[in-house]
């Protein structure tokens, strides 16, 4: 019987999947990619946040790109499929996307930023303000950004 099977009745891996990507978080975490290569990882990435069928696995996704945004910079046109997509999100996700978006310091992304300062979510509406306000203030004024909550 294969492992993955064992694992979750239902075959689909997912929680293999998961554990991969907290291992890829770990290694963009530790800096020692290239940043072309931490580029085609987020790409990859971003890929799985908007295709994987389990939660939990686009979450892991998004957070391993979250630790990108923090360690590298993202250029908007990486990360940029997640700002089509955002709509569609839940409040649990939109708290990565939101400061992934924040932290490109591309104003293409504050159309779509801006969109969730009227988001019926408080933490939502939260998010989008400390992006919105990272996206103006630009690399030089941003003191650090904190995880999503």
Known sequence: MPESTREEPDGSGAVRRDLVLDAVGDVLDSGRLTQGEAERAVERL???????PAHAVRESALHAVFTASVRYLLPYRV????AAAAEGFGPALLDYVLPVLGATYDPAALPTVERFLRHPHPGVRGEAEEAAAELCAGPRGSGGRRRPS
Not at 46 to 52: E, K, N, S, T, Y
Not at 79 to 82: A, D
């Open 79 to 82: 990360v940029e499929p997640l």
């Open 46 to 52: 971003v890929g799985i946040a908007l295709r994987d």
